[in-house]
């Protein structure tokens, strides 16, 4: 999600920085923008000139001091909320006052991050949906104390800055995009297991039946089997209702390392690109 937001903000015309922990991770993220921007490039949708600015606007970096001078900073690590208050406690501390500081959580606590920063009045979600550079859509999230303020700034920009839709959303675990499409995703997991329909048919049936892009299947495996698990689980202890319960079939896949597109392999089998094949 990180390299996607960072190319996406950059083709926009704004300059990034990108943190990471090491420089092999950089060299990944800058490599895998590149490969995005290639793909564009033999769809005739971007031009080498075009696809050389876009990379000449990103930064990357291993020190977080760099962020001093941003005007807005997105969190975008994997979902562990101590992982992620580490990362907003360090950041809080360089930024000043006026920087917006956005989390791309799908199901943590906004207002849980926002108590270990200073001002946490400034802290909200920026819910961004994959592929990032294809969806027009940004779930804009209020924490218990953002401010009116932040709300209106991080609005504008996702509206007027970056040219997508902003649903405003207040703090729940799951938000709506997140909630909805992970009880789909599930239902169709319960489908399966029953032997109603193989995961080929349901996908064909949701895919042609209802003009989805993609059926619930391959919609896990481009999300990450163990992204969907992880967020099926959060809801499953915040809500604590039974509908949350992930599929038996969706834990005994991502404890074989069936993860999705990111593994090659899941409902359905992927080449290096991410491009279906089976």
Same mark, same amino acid.
């Given at each position: 999600?990180?390299?996607?937001?960072?190319?996406?903000?950059?083709?926009?015309?704004?300059?990034?920085?990108?943190i990471e922990q090491s420089e092999e991770r950089l060299?990944?993220?800058?490599?895998?923008?590149?490969?995005?921007?290639? =793909?564009?490039?033999?769809?005739?949708?971007?031009? $080498? @000139?075009?696809? +050389? /600015?876009?990379?000449?606007?990103?930064?990357?970096?291993?020190?977080?001091? +760099?962020?001093?001078?941003?005007? /807005?900073? !997105?969190?975008?690590?994997? #979902?562990?909320?101590?992982?992620?208050? #580490? !990362?907003?406690? =360090?950041?809080?501390?360089?930024?000043?006052?006026?920087?917006?500081?956005?989390?791309?959580?799908?199901?943590?606590?906004?207002?849980?991050?926002?108590?270990?920063?200073?001002?946490?009045?400034?802290?909200?979600?920026?819910?961004?949906?994959?592929?990032?550079? $294809?969806?027009?859509?940004?779930?804009?999230?209020?924490?218990?104390?953002?401010?009116?303020?932040?709300?209106?700034?991080?609005?504008?920009?996702?509206?007027?800055?970056?040219?997508?839709?902003?649903?405003?959303?207040?703090?729940?675990?799951?938000?709506?995009?997140?909630?909805?499409?992970?009880?789909?995703?599930?239902? @169709?997991?319960?489908?399966?297991?029953?032997?109603? @329909?193989?995961?080929?048919?349901?996908?064909?049936?949701?895919? !042609?039946?209802y003009s989805f892009q993609h059926g619930p299947f391959?919609?896990?495996?481009?999300?990450?089997?163990?992204?969907?698990?992880?967020?099926?689980?959060?809801?499953?202890?915040?809500?604590?209702?039974?509908?949350?319960?992930?599929?038996?079939?969706?834990? +005994?896949?991502?404890?074989?390392?069936?993860?999705?597109?990111?593994?090659? @392999?899941?409902?359905?089998?992927?080449?290096?690109?991410?491009?279906?094949?089976?």
């Open positions: 999600m990180g390299q996607g937001i960072a190319e996406m903000l950059a083709s926009k015309g704004l300059e990034v920085i990108i060299d990944y993220g800058k490599q895998m923008i590149e490969v995005s921007l290639d =793909k564009q490039i033999e769809k005739w949708a971007l031009t $080498k @000139a075009e696809k +050389k /600015l876009i990379m000449n606007r990103i930064e990357p970096s291993l020190g977080y001091d +760099k962020l001093a001078g941003c005007e /807005l900073v !997105i969190e975008t690590i994997t #979902e562990d909320l101590d992982s992620k208050k #580490e !990362i907003f406690k =360090k950041i809080d501390k360089i930024c000043g006052a006026h920087v917006i500081l956005a989390s791309n959580t799908s199901t943590l606590s906004l207002t849980e991050l926002a108590s270990v920063t200073g001002n946490p009045d400034r802290v909200i979600g920026m819910h961004f949906i994959y592929p990032v550079f $294809k969806i027009d859509l940004v779930e804009i999230v209020r924490g218990l104390k953002t401010s009116e303020d932040t709300f209106a700034r991080t609005k504008h920009f996702v509206e007027e800055i970056i040219r997508k839709k902003g649903v405003m959303v207040f703090e729940s675990p799951g938000f709506v995009t997140t909630r909805l499409i992970c009880l789909f995703i599930n239902e @169709a997991l319960h489908v399966l297991e029953e032997g109603v @329909a193989s995961a080929e048919d349901i996908d064909s049936a949701m895919r !042609i039946g391959e919609m896990c495996d481009r999300f990450g089997l163990d992204s969907v698990l992880a967020a099926l689980e959060r809801m499953f202890r915040e809500y604590g209702e039974l509908k949350y319960r992930p599929s038996i079939v969706l834990k +005994k896949m991502v404890r074989a390392g069936h993860l999705g597109v990111k593994s090659g @392999a899941g409902f359905f089998k992927y080449d290096m690109d991410g491009d279906r094949i089976g």
